[in-house]
């Protein structure tokens, strides 16, 4: 059977459905707060509810915030510097499925691709005149294979330049990287040079004629002399994820130079960076994890947009320092991506990017590329399957909508409307027994079609499947036949929908 990727999935359900314009309802059960007649809701702790409980949820008007953007991807993905090209492969070997991959994040739109995050600070092109202990030196053959990747995917990067060396270098090493970059990537293809990553964990360096700890304020006036000396160059930042500092992202802001044009801060709702630290997979379903982080998020963005600025979520993933086995790798965690994103749109940000890492230590390895005889190849983590779920149902120039109802414990719900005019109801089932929900979305009457995201259980870490399909290792597409139900709405317009447990259901409707 051909490959087939979501654009496929939509027009096979529509060719059962027997309509011209289609909605995606995903279902999937989760645990968290209940927010009324909001785009995305949960209820309670994880807990069992008889198979035959029923419930109602209704998609409303649209929400109060913008579509996703048709210039610019609204989801793609981080990755470092230095390891990019154990992924894309060589401007004269590229890996293919790899584009494939990336390009299926981003429907409708160029994709986003942000390199850097702690090599954005340990990579450099060799500067005359100043000490080599970078720990990855950049090439022109490094930069013409980036710019292979980049050309395409027909979009755009955010590239790490380092701001770590303090008040000493910095204004001469910067200026020097950015300059190589434009040359060997081309200007026309950074969107943003991102000054900096995560300055919160800077070590001391000299401020002022005496020496202490990096403050915000001692960052802001870093970024900003360094910005001083990078002429009219698209600048973004902090690039922060401290507790401490993101609360004050305002007064950061004032301090950092005028021209910033994206904001960009970094996302992890769980902790693993000591041994104290005591995980389980029904934490990516609490209340912090997705409508608590997305709270936090939408303040950010206010801050922002006081400047006249907007909000990039630049690097995210459901746990810090690294991951951790058994959840990073997990279907819970594609079940907490699809529901995340939804909560972000709402509060406002401009896009998001996963954190992929090319590491066999770093359990946060969305992506595995090998390269062989026989070709590149490509593996995937569940948590990209969520990815994928999210970009076929929310394509470029989608508006997210209000939905209202439920009422059970562990359970989630967006909806959105697509630029084609079909609706598309996404709900989240993270319980132990199935639910059935009753949906009800005025202005569509005909036949849906119902396919499902799935895994064996929340801690499953193989075996995913989107409509039955999964992920072809030699393309990066999905492949085999997508398995789609047709479901008749009741004479009042309603869908009855059965969500299995620790599953999403995927319904179409005509628009």
């Not at 409303?60 to 210039?71: E, H, K, L, N």
């Not at 060997?184 to 293809?189: A, D, P, T, V, W």
């Not at 020496?211 to 930042?237: C, M, Q, W």
């Not at 940000?349 to 359990?363: I, K, L, P």
């Amino acid at each position: 059977m051909m490959p087939r990727n979501p654009s496929t999935i939509r027009a096979a359900a529509l060719a059962a459905a027997g309509a011209i314009a289609a909605a995606v309802v995903i279902a999937t059960a989760s645990a968290a707060a209940d927010t009324p007649a909001s785009t995305t809701t949960a209820r309670g702790p994880m807990a069992r509810t008889a198979a035959s409980a029923t419930a109602s949820v209704r998609v409303g008007s649209a929400a109060a915030v913008g579509p996703t953007s048709t210039a610019q991807g609204f989801l793609g993905i981080a990755t470092e510097l230095n390891t990019i090209t154990a992924l894309s492969g060589p401007a004269a070997d590229p890996d293919t499925p790899f584009v494939n991959l990336l390009r299926n994040l981003s429907p409708g739109a160029p994709f986003l691709l942000r390199l850097g995050g702690t090599s954005g600070d340990d990579s450099w092109w060799p500067v005359p005149g100043v000490e080599e202990r970078w720990a990855y030196r950049f090439t022109p053959r490094w930069g013409a294979d980036v710019q292979a990747l980049i050309r395409s995917l027909g979009g755009k990067a955010i590239i790490g330049v380092t701001l770590k060396d303090g008040p000493k270098n910095d204004a001469k090493i910067a200026p020097a990287e950015v300059a190589d970059f434009n040359r060997y990537l081309g200007s026309n293809l950074i969107d943003a040079f991102e000054l900096g990553n995560e300055p919160e964990f800077y070590p001391p360096f000299v401020v002022d004629g005496g020496r202490g700890h990096v403050t915000i304020a001692d960052y802001g006036k870093l970024f900003s002399n360094v910005a001083s000396e990078l002429g009219g160059a698209p600048l973004a930042g902090p690039g922060s994820g401290s507790p401490n500092w993101l609360p004050k992202l305002g007064t950061m802001l004032g301090d950092m130079s005028s021209r910033l044009k994206l904001v960009t801060v970094h996302a992890y709702p769980m902790k693993n960076c000591s041994g104290l630290a005591h995980l389980s997979v029904s934490d990516f379903f609490a209340s912090a994890s997705i409508q608590g982080l997305a709270d936090s998020i939408h303040a950010m963005v206010k801050a922002a947009a006081a400047r006249g600025e907007p909000l990039r979520v630049d690097e995210i993933n459901g746990v810090s320092c690294g991951g951790d086995p058994g959840l990073s790798d997990s279907f819970g965690e594609a079940l907490w991506a699809l529901n995340v994103l939804p909560a972000l749109w709402q509060a406002g940000v401009q896009g998001v990017n996963f954190q992929t890492v090319a590491s066999n230590y770093n359990f946060n390895r969305m992506i595995t590329a090998k390269d062989s005889a026989s070709g590149w190849r490509v593996s995937v983590e569940p948590e990209y399957y969520g990815l994928l779920a999210f970009a076929d149902a929310a394509p470029a120039g989608s508006h997210l909508l209000r939905t209202s109802g439920s009422g059970l414990p562990g359970f989630f719900q967006f909806a959105v409307r697509a630029p084609n005019g079909s609706e598309r109801v996404v709900l989240t089932n993270v319980g132990s027994v199935a639910r059935t929900i009753g949906l009800t979305a005025p202005g569509t009457r005909g036949t849906g079609s119902l396919s499902l995201l799935s895994a064996n259980s929340l801690s499953a870490t193989s075996g995913t499947k989107l409509a039955g399909q999964t992920l072809s290792p030699r393309t990066g597409k999905l492949a085999g036949t997508a398995r789609l139900t047709p479901v008749r709405p009741t004479r009042k317009g309603v869908y009855t929908v059965r969500v299995p447990a620790h599953s999403a259901a995927i319904l179409t409707l005509p628009g």
